[in-house]
């Protein structure tokens, strides 16, 4: 009985919490790229690699630190904690050796500054029909 109860208990929490927000990786439709490699993909967001391998400079963009998008983006595309990609950012901008990517309040925010600069990186729930973006796979 208590199992049952438990198991109860566990689907409401499922139905409020509704499923999982997905992600796509976007970039600007001059980057020359469909795919990209997981710890490539994380040396990118960690602003560790500033350019594409045509030498031309990345842009990363990031929601905010309390975005549930930001959250569930580092943890499945890039497998770390959004903790862990602050923590980098800081330390970076803090010993004057990189900086931090650019922060958006809002996903339409994210597409339009992707769309207007070349190199750009960025993420969204789904990937829209927008000119100028495309979504790249992460492997």
């Known amino acids: 009985m208590l199992i049952l109860s438990l ?3 566990l689907f409401l929490g ?3 919490l509704g499923p999982a927000q997905g992600q796509q990786l ?6 020359g790229i469909s795919a990209i490699d997981r ?3 994380r040396l990118i967001f960690t602003m560790r690699i500033n350019q594409w391998s045509d030498q031309r400079p990345v842009a990363v963009f990031v929601l905010p630190d309390d975005s549930p998008l930001h959250q569930t983006f580092a ?4 497998g770390v904690f959004p903790h862990q990609l602050r923590q980098t950012w800081d330390r ?4 004057g050796t990189g900086q931090a990517p650019l922060q958006v309040a809002s996903e339409s925010e994210m597409l339009q500054r992707v769309q207007q ?3 750009a990186i960025g993420y969204v729930s789904q990937l829209p029909s927008t000119p100028g973006i495309k979504g790249i796979e992460v492997e």
Do not use: E, M, W, Y
Not at 75 to 78: D, G, I, Q, T
């Open 7 to 9: 198991l109860f208990g």
């Open 92 to 95: 970076q901008v803090f010993s």
């Open 75 to 78: 943890k499945s595309a890039l």
């Open 117 to 119: 600069t070349p190199g």
């Open 14 to 16: 499922l139905c409020v």
């Open 39 to 41: 710890n490539r993909a």
């Open 26 to 31: 976007i970039v600007n439709q001059d980057v």
